[in-house]
């Protein structure tokens, strides 16, 4: 990777780095104005849920906002989208109850209960259950008291609730135990907003804002929703105990204690009055509430100076103002470093395939891969480029279409109703007329999700919705982005379209003014169609574009090859007869047919072959040349492959065996004679040094003595000798008394130095061996052994088995300098002369210990016993004369 790629890739990582920064702070701070609902926990904690890109998210909040745990699912996933009916925190885990609904049409299709751990750093979902409730049944609420969940269903017509109580991890770590199950008559056609457990009863705030309490036989009213003139609903009901549950009046912002049995009423708290430890807020500001006692609760309040929600915690009275949610250091790093992991890696991927496709145009190892590669991925952008700006004109044409759809629902819907129909339900004593349940049906048949809200006053009220009460304050739903549409199209009078994304998941809504003037009721017709359905034309688009263009790409890749085959036939056509030119082929020549640059390169192509070959046989000829005066084995000595790649000082050290041959001309002999003695005697030696890939080297100038460098030991230095001694003891036979070649062999195994020396005109092969060197100085003494092939002890300890090769110890020469031992390789000799020697050579080797002991007398007796049996063993007669020598000396 060059520099300036490097530094690319430091910049554009350091851009993705601050980005990913930018975006965690920006994320960090979760506000409160779209949440899917809330519960209160243990130790001031609340447990709340919301939407967060496409994801949902259920988290434990600290009474100080920081975010301490956190659960997130896939809100829709292919066709199945999730909501959250509710959440119950138990002592040990929190429950949710969600929906499993068709992304598209809002169906129901099961419903699932989720058991969380917070206490779990790493995986929060302990388990997901599906349930099964009675048929046509639906589970609607959920409640959690230590260890037990009470989950409350629901008939279709809510005519009756069943409230069925569980345990979970009871009997295993993870199972769900069904402890009791009780039915429950309902008010018939009021509806079920909210319901909970009271000792074995049910207690439930009706869609027309009554509270009903219900034992397994009958139900009925404890709390009115409304006198002849003023509008009352309660705001809350919570737990207080057997018999009595708290009770939040919207209008009047009181919290009382009601008596289950009889309706009585108990004000515990002033609606006017602050409460929970803040000074600013009253209980006629709650919007929705949880508590699990007077002065333990979660209330969402709103805030009447920037009109948005905040959550407001109190612990045994002590109260804390929530403005907004915050992730905590940790989770704000991660991530951080999890974003700018991604966008580096994103980044690199995109450097990294530049770099490829530069490299592919520039390194392709044929002219076709080079054209394919950068052909191929500006087809790929082109296609790319041009599918997303078909995409922006799609899909606005499709958000378009959608928007149309949900538009002329509305449109359809206000002219079939009408302003009366609405003005007839407008108050809660008109919540169970002909007219609100005609409404209700024909709302709930439509294929698209409808409601009916209504502005009055500055306020936005709920109208007609099968998932929410009548006449409540269109703040239950916790959406104030919604309401922010409610209002533009009730103050303009005019239709708006936008998205809401609720606890009934995401739509694309039309908001639609029914009637109304200036300061009167205006009523507001939602429309809307699920998300999901234009994510699944716009996927079908994608899907149908990605498989067009990979057809595409495929037709023109195909075509690009063969056009490109069809230009580029006639370059392979050169290249093979070039290439057959190369591998020695040299009457190629090229013929073009074309009329195009080829012509030129054949034609320059013909020229150089037919100068190459005259500088091919000119150089053919000076090689040869130069062969004779250096062989090709002493090149590849050390280390070259032709003869213009050595250089002054080119060399080779190691540890060699090696091998000096020299000829011993009668001094009688002629000069033409010698000559061609010396002939015969270089051809011979060289002859065989290169069948054994011994690299042999002129010592001398009148051509008497060789050395001999054997790179594969002494072994094969030994084999070499020997084949070469034997085809001269042939030679000799065919030639008279001045015919022959009288040879001596010396090897040894040492430190080599073989190089090339001279000066710049002159190269000259050179071998160094100092040590050998000197033992060539004493040549009487090898002379004396009359032995035809010396070895020393060093070089023959190199060699294999003992039995292999006839030899013996013949003794060391010793000077100042030097002191090695030298062996006699008889094997040389003739077969009569090489059992004679093994016949005596018990005794000769006895003689040499005794010699080397100092015992000369016994010693020289043994030798002459040698002589005896071998009287032609020189080595033998030297040491009779040395024995004797040197007991002359010591007398």
Known sequence: MNKGLRRLLLVIWVVAGIYAGWQGIQKNTVSLDSLLGFCTAAEGRTISGWYEGKDTVIARIEKSGAISGTYRFRTVKKSVMYNIRGMAAGDTYTYMLRDKKDAYTGELLSQELVVLDFNNHFRKEKKVFTLTPEENHTFGWINASGDTITLISTDKNETQAIRSSYEFGAV????????????????????????????????????????????????????????????????????????????????????????????????????????????????????????????????????????????????????????????????????????????????????LMMSVFSSAIRGGHTIMERLLSATVPLLALTMILFGYISFQYYGGAIDENFEKQVMDEGNMLAA????????????????????????????????????????????????????????????????????????????????????????????????????????????????????????????????????????????????????????????????????????????????????????????????????????????????????????????????????????LGSSVKGNFAVMNVRLYPEESLSIEQKESLMNRFFSTVNRFAKQSEIVSIIDDANLQSIMLICKEGAEAAATAALTILARIDAENRLYGADGQLDVAFVVDQTDVFFGICGDEERYIPVVLAPEFEKILEHTEFLRSMGSRFLMTEEAGEKLGSAARYARRYVGRLKTEELDIGFVDMYDEKGADEVRVMKQSQHAFDKAMELYEKGFYYEAKNLYARVLRENPGDMAAKYYIFRCEALQAEEQ
């Open 172 to 351: 295993l770590d993870d199972t769900l135990s069904l402890k009791n199950t009780r039915t429950y008559p309902l008010k018939t056609g009021e509806g079920v907003y909210k319901a909970m457990g009271n000792s074995t009863n049910l207690v439930y705030i009706s869609d027309s804002g009554k509270v009903y309490f219900a034992n397994e036989e009958t139900v009925y009213e404890v709390y009115p929703a409304r006198t002849l003139e003023t509008l009352m609903y309660p705001t809350f009901i919570a737990y207080a105990e057997s018999g009595y549950i708290y009770l939040g009046e919207h209008e009047s912002g009181d919290i009382s204690r009601l008596n289950l049995t009889d309706g009585s009423e108990e004000t515990l708290l002033g609606g006017s009055s602050p409460f929970g430890g803040s000074s600013v807020y009253t209980p006629r500001d709650i919007v929705s509430m949880s508590m699990s006692g007077l002065n333990t609760f979660t209330a969402l309040v709103k805030n009447g100076q920037d009109t948005g929600f905040h959550f407001l915690v109190s612990e045994d009275g002590n109260g804390t103002v929530l403005n907004s949610l915050r992730y905590g250091a940790v989770a704000l790093i991660w991530f951080i470093l999890k974003q700018w992991l991604v966008y580096a890696a994103i980044a690199l991927v995109a450097v």
């Open 416 to 647: 079939l109703f009408g302003q009366e129909s609405f003005q007839e339900i407008e108050y809660p004593y008109d919540y169970s007329t002909e007219a609100y349940r005609y409404l209700s049906q024909q709302l709930a048949t439509r294929e698209l999700y409808t409601r009916v809200l209504y502005y009055e006053s500055g306020q936005i009220y709920v109208g007609v919705d099968k998932n929410s009460p009548c006449f409540y304050p269109g703040e239950i739903l916790m959406n104030l982005p919604a309401e922010d549409l409610y209002k533009r199209a009730a103050l303009t009078g005019e239709s708006v379209n936008g998205v809401i994304e609720d606890q009934q998941g995401r739509r694309l809504v039309c908001i639609t003014p029914v009637g109304g003037l200036s300061g009167e009721t205006v009523y507001l017709l939602e429309t809307g169609v699920y998300t999901a359905n234009v994510s699944a034309y716009t996927a079908n688009y994608v899907k149908d574009f990605a498989v067009v263009c990979a057809a595409f790409l495929v037709i023109v890749l195909v075509m690009l090859m063969v056009l490109f085959y069809r230009i580029l036939a006639p370059i392979g056509e050169i290249k093979r007869e070039m290439q057959l030119f190369a591998d020695g082929d040299r009457s190629i020549r090229i013929r073009s047919t074309s009329e195009d640059e080829l012509t030129g390169i054949t034609q320059v192509f013909n020229k150089m072959a037919d100068d190459i070959n005259v500088q091919i046989v000119s150089l053919e000829r000076l090689s040869e040349t130069y062969y004779h005066f250096v062989p090709p084995s002493m090149i590849g000595l050390l280390g070259q492959d032709n003869l213009a790649s050595l250089t």
